[in-house]
């Protein structure tokens, strides 16, 4: 196995989530609302406070960069036992002025300007295994988005 590429990929997914794609996933992760979401990046399935969930676009996301970044990478894929993510999400809505990130949102081409915004703290957690070793990973980070822009995906 190739122990450097596998930790960059750990770290990546951990990023990967936290980052904009998750955009693509904000009303589903509104519909959820505060728990731990898991994802098997192998095969795409989640679940959520252990219960199998519908897969996220996110999930989807993250799949189809492990599979292209592993042959890409010439890793045989059958030496993985599991890569997985882990995402503990605490949502609550809060007032614009209480924003900790600085970031604009459009909805059909109009300017979202919501008085409130959906916080998400995000602690995640990813973790490749192959038959010789684990690798891991842990990123933290908010996500915000204003409470009509996941209503309007």
Same mark, same amino acid.
């Given at each position: 196995?190739?122990?450097?590429?596998?930790?960059?990929?750990?770290?990546?997914?951990?990023?990967?989530?936290?980052?904009?794609?998750?955009?693509?996933?904000?009303?589903?992760?509104?519909? $959820? +609302?505060?728990?731990?979401?898991?994802?098997? /990046?192998? %095969?795409?399935?989640?679940?959520?406070? #252990?219960?199998?969930?519908? &897969?996220?676009?996110?999930?989807?996301?993250?799949?189809?960069?492990?599979?292209?970044?592993?042959?890409?990478?010439?890793?045989?894929?059958?030496?993985?036992?599991?890569?997985?993510?882990?995402?503990?999400?605490? $949502? +609550?809505?809060?007032?614009?002025?209480?924003? /900790?990130? %600085?970031?604009?949102?459009?909805?059909? #081409?109009?300017?979202?300007? &919501?008085?409130?915004?959906?916080?998400?703290?995000?602690?995640?957690?990813?973790?490749?295994?192959?038959?010789?070793?684990?690798?891991?990973?842990?990123?933290?980070?908010?996500?915000?988005?204003?409470?009509?822009?996941?209503?309007?995906?």
């Amino acid at each position: 196995m190739r122990r450097k590429r596998l930790k960059h990929a750990v770290f990546t997914l951990c990023h990967m989530f936290c980052g904009w794609r998750l955009m693509n996933s904000y009303k589903q992760i509104a519909e $959820l +609302g505060s728990g731990t979401l898991a994802i098997d /990046v192998v %095969s795409g399935r989640c679940s959520f406070d #252990g219960e199998d969930i519908p &897969s996220l676009t996110i999930a989807d996301e993250l799949q189809c960069w492990f599979a292209s970044d592993m042959a890409a990478n010439h890793i045989q894929t059958d030496k993985i036992v599991s890569a997985t993510l882990t995402a503990s999400l605490n $949502l +609550g809505v809060v007032n614009k002025g209480r924003r /900790v990130k %600085s970031q604009y949102y459009f909805s059909n #081409g109009k300017h979202l300007n &919501s008085p409130e915004i959906v916080q998400c703290k995000i602690e995640c957690r990813g973790k490749i295994v192959t038959d010789e070793t684990d690798y891991e990973s842990a990123y933290s980070d908010i996500a915000e988005w204003p409470v009509d822009f996941a209503m309007a995906q």
